[in-house]
């Protein structure tokens, strides 16, 4: 605040006003001062009051200024922090748009990479055939049309001139044609997948390098050899430098596996081709024998082929005949032909005896193990019955029960029935074997009321469990009174519901029927209880499924909700019958049953006790053996002495020093 000090006047004489001086203002110029004096001094008093006013107005307004330039100030940085916030978010969008692109960039690369690898697999990969199918079976049966020829035709060409000049231009056509055609399995051979880790190979570089690895590929290479072209060197009438052809014998030995694999009739198919294996060899020995007489001299003997200039003996077809029988008797060791002149011919025959009796002795052993194949099942079933017959003779049964018996026993053979299913299913993994009785099974077992509803994981149990039975005329499956154990669904045959006298019929049960369903669940307050309530006979031939009570239970027990189900079900079907006793059924768990559970937790709280005893004894033994190892292992490292020289003495312990201070 300026301070307003009065003047004195210079001339006391004179009466002037008094003036006012602002003190502590700026510092002003003289001339300046002077002209401030001379207004005041215009004014008078009263323009001084009003200066102050003014001042402290002006003031004010100062005030106000600064506090609008500060808010001023304020608003400018806001507007700054604003702009730059805004600028941030707009490089931090910028970047972010810049990322998304170059992930999306990124991502066409990867795309343009996998397109690319897919083209190079889809490049690498070929149609391929596999081992296990149809085509590579029907490409076997095509193949093996040119070895059978080969080694058929081959060796009678070389040994019987007339074939080979009188055809020799179908030969030439034929064998171009055979020689395609081993061209054509080569290839194929490199388009046959095989199985790695469980998926077929279908790139084409594997499949061509594991080809050339076998030995299959050298001798098809062998095979594929130009060996006519000899035919400029020796001749028209030399077809067997063409014998590399025959290399391509497993071809047809694998069609043969594949197709006994394949049909239904398999023993049929094994003497076949024994028959074949054997006609191949004493056309070959046939062959032999023709060109060994030619060797020789043709009617030089008795022993060789008579002389061709004999028109008996000069057609074609008597040779390969006469040296056909030739064979056969000398292979099959019957005897009856010529006997030997000359060292070679001995030693011929000697080969071809011995020839005989090596190859022969092995087919012969084939067939009659085939034979016996063939009938083990009917041996088999037939032991069975003579087992019975005796038994029944010994026990003295009567005739008219032997009798049923016997038919029983023909009605299974004659319909196919006496196979049983477990034992010729149990090679089976479980997942087959499930899906084969689901197949043949599970429709007749959806048909019975109580399991229509259920899962499908409890009727796939029940299905592996249900056990076929076969049943005679006049054989009762369940009678009045007797104790349920289990529950029967028909699938062939007619059954009926008779009276005591098992004369009266009341109801006939036919295919897809079904009882004693209520039995086997035991039901608390059925008044049948488990009891059978009626007579049920088979009326001819009956083919049946029986679950017995055990089975069915065992399969309960992973699947409570479907028991509890099963038991609603039952009580409905009874309530409906009139045959529950609701108070019985209201009275809660029966105390047998509560018994049965208390002496099964029991059972198994034993077991647990003894399993636990075994693990403390197992525990304590090994704790022991540790304790002696440690013990050995102590006593094997050196204690240290107690006077060794350099050892220092042990640190002072708070008793140590306790005990000195007493003493």
């Known amino acids: 605040m300026a301070k307003v000090a009065p003047l004195i006047p210079r001339h006391a004489s004179g009466l002037n006003p008094p003036t006012i001086v602002l003190q502590d203002t700026e510092e002003e110029e003289p001339g300046d001062v002077t002209e401030g ?14 200066v102050n006013n003014s001042n402290n107005n002006e003031e004010e307004e100062e005030e106000e200024e600064k506090q609008r330039k500060k808010k001023e100030k304020k608003e400018k940085k806001e507007k700054r922090e604003k702009e730059k916030q805004e600028k941030r978010e707009r490089k931090e969008q910028k970047q972010k748009e810049k990322e998304e692109k170059e992930k999306e960039k990124q991502k066409e690369k990867e795309k343009l990479e996998k397109e690319k690898k897919a083209k190079e697999e889809a490049a690498k990969e070929i149609t391929v055939i596999d081992p296990a199918g149809n085509t590579y079976y029907h490409w076997l049966l095509i193949i093996t049309i040119p070895v059978m020829y080969n080694w058929t035709l081959i060796i009678a060409r070389a040994c019987f001139e007339e074939l080979q000049t009188d ?139 008579p002389d061709p200039a004999d028109p008996e003996f000069g057609r074609l077809v008597r040779k390969y005949a006469y040296s056909m029988y030739w064979s056969t008797l000398t292979l099959t060791t019957i005897g009856e032909t010529p006997p030997p002149v000359e060292n070679s011919e001995y030693f011929f025959v000697v080969t071809d005896f011995l020839v005989g009796v090596l190859i022969f002795a092995t087919i012969v052993g084939n067939v009659g193990s085939m034979i016996t194949n063939m009938n083990a ?97 006049g054989d009762y499956i369940c009678k009045k009174g007797d104790i349920g154990r289990e529950m029967y669904i028909i699938k062939e045959g007619k059954l009926a519901v008779v009276a005591d006298d098992g004369v009266t019929q009341f109801v006939v049960l036919s295919e897809g029927s079904y009882f004693g369903e209520i039995s086997i669940l035991a039901i608390k307050g059925s008044k049948a209880g488990n009891r059978r309530t009626a007579n049920i006979r088979s009326i001819g031939y009956s083919d049946l499924f029986c679950l017995s009570k055990d089975d069915l239970m065992e399969a309960l027990t992973e699947y409570p909700d479907a028991k509890a189900l099963l038991e609603e079900k039952g009580r409905q079907i009874l309530m409906k019958d009139g045959l529950l006793d609701l108070e019985v059924a209201a009275q809660g768990p029966d105390p047998k049953e509560i018994e049965d559970k208390v002496d099964r937790m029991t059972s198994n709280l034993d077991t647990l006790q003894t399993q636990y005893a075994r693990l403390l004894a197992e525990h304590e033994a090994t704790h022991s053996k540790l304790k002696h190892r440690v013990t050995r292992l102590e006593k094997k490292l050196a204690p240290p002495r107690e006077d060794a020289p350099g050892d220092a003495p042990p640190p002072p312990t708070p008793e140590t020093t306790k005990e000195e201070e007493k003493k």
């Open 167 to 305: 055809y020799l231009v179908m030969w030439f056509v034929v064998d171009f044609i055979c020689d395609v055609l081993y061209v054509l399995d080569m290839i194929f051979r490199t388009r046959t997948g095989y199985l790695e880790q469980g998926l077929l190979v279908k790139d084409e570089q594997k499949l061509r390098e594991r080809y050339m690895k076998t030995l299959q590929f050298k001798l098809d290479m062998v095979s594929m050899i130009p060996t006519d072209i000899m035919y400029l060197v020796f001749g028209i009438t030399y077809p067997e430098i063409r014998l590399n052809k025959l290399l391509r014998f497993n071809r047809m030995m694998e069609f043969f596996q594949r197709t006994e694999t394949r049909t239904n009739y398999p023993n049929a198919l094994r003497i076949s081709n024994l028959v074949m294996y054997i006609l191949i060899i004493i056309h070959w020995n046939a062959c032999l024998y023709y060109s060994f007489s030619k060797a020789i001299g043709f009617g030089s003997d008795r022993f060789v082929y």
């Open 37 to 50: 004096l001379r207004r005041t001094q215009r004014c008078g008093p009263g323009a001084l009051f009003n």
């Open 377 to 473: 099942a009917r041996a088999d079933f037939q032991a069975r019955i003579d087992a019975i017959k005796q038994y029944m003779s010994f026990r003295k049964v009567t005739k008219d029960l032997e009798k049923r018996v016997i038919k029983w026993f023909d009605f299974l053979w004659t319909n196919k029935k006496a196979v049983d299913e477990r034992e010729v299913l149990k090679y089976l993994p479980d997942k087959l074997r499930a899906e084969i009785a689901i197949n043949v099974h599970l429709d007749t077992l959806k048909k019975v009321r109580i399991f229509a509803d259920c899962e499908a994981g409890l009727l796939v149990e029940l299905v592996l469990k249900l056990q076929p039975q076969v049943f005679s005329p």
